[in-house]
């Protein structure tokens, strides 16, 4: 997998070595020289192996309840906590590393971030009680979160226009780590879940030193790097204009305002699906391990769907990528309704709401080039979209009936669609998008 993705780079990259030596077409400005690549190829590695890592580890903690509960002595919900607690840092690690960028090397952000998810992890592992646990899960938590942000945020402003392609890659590797950590407990054994932490911190560590391939100048942000001759320079430069000229007009904090939405409630539906798929079609007839399997489809679809939308994002243009995607997804959510359909239409739905984290940031950092805390806002807001929505969700379910779970899950999807619609109409320069 990670020969593919470096095959994929050399082909993203190479139009970008040869634009130099071709003059540019008479309507448009020449462009700058590009600088340094911000990635080496072992870089991007590295970073694709991280990625694995802190989606194994995400999803490690679920599977783990059982021996936690017989380990500390915990009821269901307090053994439920460690997630919780994971989760709670990631957030304080995305805003944390945010104030950070910038401030101090790439190098130096990316590889605090691995150590302090590498430390929290082993800490978790070896705690003698469950409070200095639930202390440990939040410091790799931090790291989680430093990472998450930092490598997105790279790899959004350091691709140019390739951004988007690139981070479909990246976090499709995340959706690896999410089925193979689950897996791995599921082979050795819950009660082994100290020695699959261990195992994962290890395999952090030398990440670290792939780090000598990045390069330590923070870029600037957003729209702000085509502006400074690196890919993208020549038409995003024009587009970002545009964009920026709209988003005065309609009002900044309204349409980041609008971001969050999308982000917050399609990671609600992702988390959602994840969650109470398998009761619901439980519900309607299907057996335990046929629900289980499903489940996993969703995920495993996800996944797919993000290495399939990474060349086609380098033809066509992130709202455009984001509309077929949330309408795609309205209509599995809706199909999933019908019993027959169920299961393969919940996959549907993973593939189509694939690509909406990964190619909505670049769209988010163009719009708004000077609102530097605008990724951290919708990556933090997504982060605790995924923690509240399925209690939210199940609240919602005590009243309508599990029955209702594609029909409310279809009308959040809904919202989504028509978010993306106004996003469309307020960021879009004069033209197509």
Same mark, same amino acid.
């Given at each position: 997998?990670?020969?593919?993705?470096?095959?994929?780079?050399?082909?993203?990259?190479?139009?970008?070595?040869?634009?130099?030596?071709?003059?540019?077409?008479?309507? $448009?400005?020449?462009?700058?020289?590009?600088? @340094?690549?911000?990635?080496?190829?072992? *870089?991007?590695?590295?970073?694709?192996?991280?990625?694995?890592?802190?989606?194994?580890?995400?999803?490690?903690?679920?599977?783990?309840?059982?021996?936690?509960?017989?380990?500390?002595?915990?009821?269901?919900? @307090?053994?439920?906590?460690?997630?919780?607690?994971?989760?709670?840092?990631?957030?304080?690690?995305?805003?944390? &590393?945010?104030?950070?960028?910038?401030?101090?090397?790439?190098?130096?952000?990316?590889?605090?971030?691995?150590?302090?998810?590498?430390?929290?992890?082993?800490?978790?592992?070896?705690?003698?009680?469950?409070?200095?646990?639930?202390?440990?899960?939040?410091?790799?938590?931090?790291?989680?979160?430093?990472?998450?942000?930092?490598?997105?945020?790279?790899?959004?402003?350091?691709?140019? $226009?390739?951004? #988007?392609?690139?981070?479909?890659?990246?976090?499709?590797?995340?959706?690896? /780590?999410?089925?193979?950590?689950?897996?791995?407990?599921?082979?050795?054994?819950?009660?082994?879940?100290?020695?699959?932490?261990?195992?994962? #911190?290890?395999?952090?560590?030398?990440?670290?030193?792939?780090?000598?391939?990045? $390069?330590?100048?923070?870029?600037? $942000?957003?729209?702000?790097?085509?502006?400074?001759?690196? #890919?993208?320079?020549?038409?995003?430069?024009?587009?970002?204009?545009?964009?920026?000229?709209?988003?005065?007009?309609?009002?900044?904090?309204?349409?980041? /305002?609008? &971001?969050?939405?999308?982000?917050?409630?399609?990671?609600?539906?992702?988390?959602?699906?994840?969650?109470?798929?398998?009761?619901?079609?439980?519900?309607?007839?299907?057996?335990?391990t046929a629900a289980a399997s499903a489940t996993? *489809?969703? %995920?495993?679809?996800?996944?797919?769907?993000?290495?399939?939308v990474a060349p086609l994002a380098l033809r %066509?243009?992130?709202?455009?990528?984001?509309?077929?995607?949330?309408?795609?997804?309205?209509?599995?959510?809706?199909? #999933?309704?019908?019993?027959?359909?169920?299961?393969?239409?919940?996959?549907?739905?993973?593939l189509f709401i694939a690509p909406i984290f990964?190619?909505?940031?670049?769209?988010?950092?163009?719009?708004?080039?000077?609102?530097?805390?605008?990724? *951290?806002?919708?990556?933090?807001?997504?982060?605790?979209?995924?923690?509240?929505?399925?209690?939210?969700?199940?609240?919602?379910?005590?009243?309508?009936?599990?029955?209702?779970?594609?029909?409310?899950?279809?009308?959040?999807?809904?919202?989504?669609?028509?978010?993306?619609?106004?996003?469309?109409?307020?960021?879009?320069?004069?033209?197509? &998008?």
């Open positions: 997998m990670l020969a593919v993705t470096l095959l994929f780079v050399d082909a993203v990259e190479k139009p970008s070595s040869t634009s130099s030596s071709t003059p540019p077409p008479p309507h $448009r400005p020449p462009q700058l020289p590009s600088p @340094a690549p911000l990635f080496s190829r072992a *870089a991007v590695a590295a970073s694709c192996v991280g990625f694995v890592l802190i989606g194994a580890l995400q999803a490690l903690y679920g599977p783990s309840i059982p021996a936690l509960r017989d380990t500390y002595g915990l009821s269901p919900s @307090a053994a439920g906590l460690g997630l919780s607690a994971h989760f709670i840092g990631g957030v304080a690690g995305v805003l944390v &590393f945010d104030r950070l960028f910038g401030r101090i090397g790439n190098r130096r952000l990316l590889g605090w971030s691995y150590l302090l998810m590498a430390g929290g992890a082993a800490g978790f592992a070896l705690a003698p009680a469950w409070p200095l646990a639930l202390v440990m899960a939040l410091l790799a938590g931090l790291g989680f979160g430093g990472i998450d942000y930092g490598l997105n945020q790279l790899f959004a402003v350091g691709f140019g $226009r390739s951004g #988007a392609a690139m981070l479909n890659i990246l976090n499709a590797h995340f959706g690896i /780590g999410a089925v193979l950590g689950p897996a791995l407990i599921g082979l050795v054994g819950a009660a082994h879940y100290p020695a699959v932490f261990l195992g994962f #911190a290890a395999l952090t560590l030398p990440l670290v030193l792939c780090l000598a391939g990045v $390069r330590d100048e923070a870029p600037a $942000r957003g729209g702000d790097a085509g502006a400074e001759g690196g #890919a993208g320079a020549g038409e995003d430069a024009c587009d970002d204009t545009g964009a920026r000229g709209r988003v005065r007009a309609r009002g900044l904090a309204t349409v980041l /305002g609008a &971001f969050v939405v999308l982000y917050v409630l399609h990671v609600a539906i992702e988390s959602g699906v994840g969650g109470w798929e398998p009761t619901h079609l439980e519900t309607i007839g299907y057996g335990a996993s *489809a969703f %995920w495993l679809m996800m996944t797919v769907g993000r290495f399939l %066509w243009s992130a709202p455009a990528i984001i509309l077929v995607s949330c309408a795609g997804m309205t209509g599995c959510l809706l199909l #999933a309704g019908i019993p027959a359909a169920a299961p393969y239409a919940y996959a549907g739905a993973g990964p190619t909505g940031l670049p769209w988010l950092l163009r719009t708004a080039p000077r609102a530097h805390r605008a990724g *951290a806002l919708v990556m933090a807001a997504s982060m605790v979209g995924g923690v509240a929505a399925p209690p939210a969700l199940g609240m919602a379910l005590e009243l309508a009936g599990v029955r209702a779970v594609p029909l409310i899950l279809c009308a959040i999807s809904t919202v989504c669609l028509l978010t993306t619609g106004w996003l469309i109409r307020a960021t879009r320069p004069l033209g197509p &998008f």
